[in-house]
């Protein structure tokens, strides 16, 4: 029985409930973060806190906690749920109140719950089922205009990955104008020529924690990389498809509209990146890095 975090009480799972009045219940007036942690430690774990208020301010939410109030709810999960590898959820709303109106309340009561759940261990080899890749179409983007906060109001999301799942497929590539952003929970990027290609930031698509990351980490390495549009048409150009988020890594898309991508397999600039970010969690669970790199790696 997992136990999960809400309003400064830790409690199992199924006893975690919160008032029908909740605003995110009603309205969706919520956001969230998913945070991995590798060997106990949380990865990347300023970037994402730094997603998770730039979502608070950008729904006009204000919270007192700082970083290590977050980083103590966190903490608290890993060591009751006694979990080395794990994605933390950590979901906050307006609150319950009295009445159901649109207003937002003049003195905010949010909610906080946070749970967690078991990742797998580090492996330093890609399966059969990692080098097969996966399937995903392309749809016309029905979400709102404020893609880059992290909100709980999702049903535009699940629409859109149910669509792909009735097509035989595992997601859909999101296009607004005849340009490819990003898929329904992850980020998009395309390898032409050797260069790892991914949308700019902008309203219409999720700052990734792991985008960055991935850039960042592809510089250490010396593979080029460029932050530009991708035209819808382009991605059947494209030598590699991946698509990217916190706790599925970096995942090949190997059939786009049922057309193949490259050969069929995950591409060899996948088979870099995914080496590199596998041999730094190896680096991670042995201690030979530590939470000052690639600056706080982990907290």
């Not at 997603?51 to 109030?69: A, H, K, V, Y």
């Not at 709810?73 to 006694?82: A, D, K, P, R, V």
């Not at 595992?170 to 329904?184: C, H, K």
Request: charge should be negative; hydrophobic fraction near 40%.
């Amino acid at each position: 029985m997992s136990i999960a975090y809400l309003n400064g009480q830790l409690l199992a799972i199924e006893e975690a409930k919160v008032p029908a009045l909740d605003r995110g219940f009603l309205f969706g007036d919520g956001v969230y973060e998913v945070i991995p942690v590798y060997a106990g430690r949380l990865f990347r774990f300023k970037q994402h806190i730094a997603r998770l208020e730039n979502s608070l301010r950008g729904i006009r939410l204000p919270m007192e906690q700082t970083l290590q109030d977050w980083a103590n709810i966190c903490h608290q999960l890993i060591e009751q749920n006694s979990l080395n590898n794990a994605s933390i959820y950590l979901q906050i709303t307006r609150g319950a109140y009295p009445e159901r109106n649109h207003d937002f309340p003049a003195n905010p009561n949010p909610t906080i719950f946070a749970m967690i759940t078991a990742l797998p261990e580090v492996q330093a080899v890609p399966s059969d089922k990692d080098l097969q890749g996966i399937s995903v179409i392309t749809a016309e983007d029905i979400r709102w205009q404020r893609c880059d906060i992290k909100a709980i109001t999702l049903l535009a999301n699940c629409m859109l990955k149910q669509q792909a799942l009735e097509c035989g497929a595992n997601d859909t590539i999101l296009v607004r104008g005849g340009v490819a952003f990003e898929a329904t929970s992850s980020n998009l990027f395309i390898v032409r020529d050797g260069v790892i290609i991914t949308p700019p930031l902008s309203e219409h698509l999720l700052p990734g924690i792991t985008r960055d990351f991935l850039l960042w980490l592809a510089e250490q390495h010396g593979i080029l990389t460029e932050q530009r549009l991708i035209p819808e048409h382009e991605l059947l150009q494209a030598d590699e498809i991946w698509l990217t988020s916190s706790t599925k890594e970096i995942r090949p898309v190997t059939r786009l509209n049922d057309v193949t991508i490259g050969d069929g397999t995950a591409g060899p600039v996948w088979r870099q990146m995914y080496d590199h970010y596998q041999q730094l969690k190896v680096q991670l669970y042995r201690g030979e890095i530590d939470s000052n790199t690639e600056g706080e790696i982990a907290l």
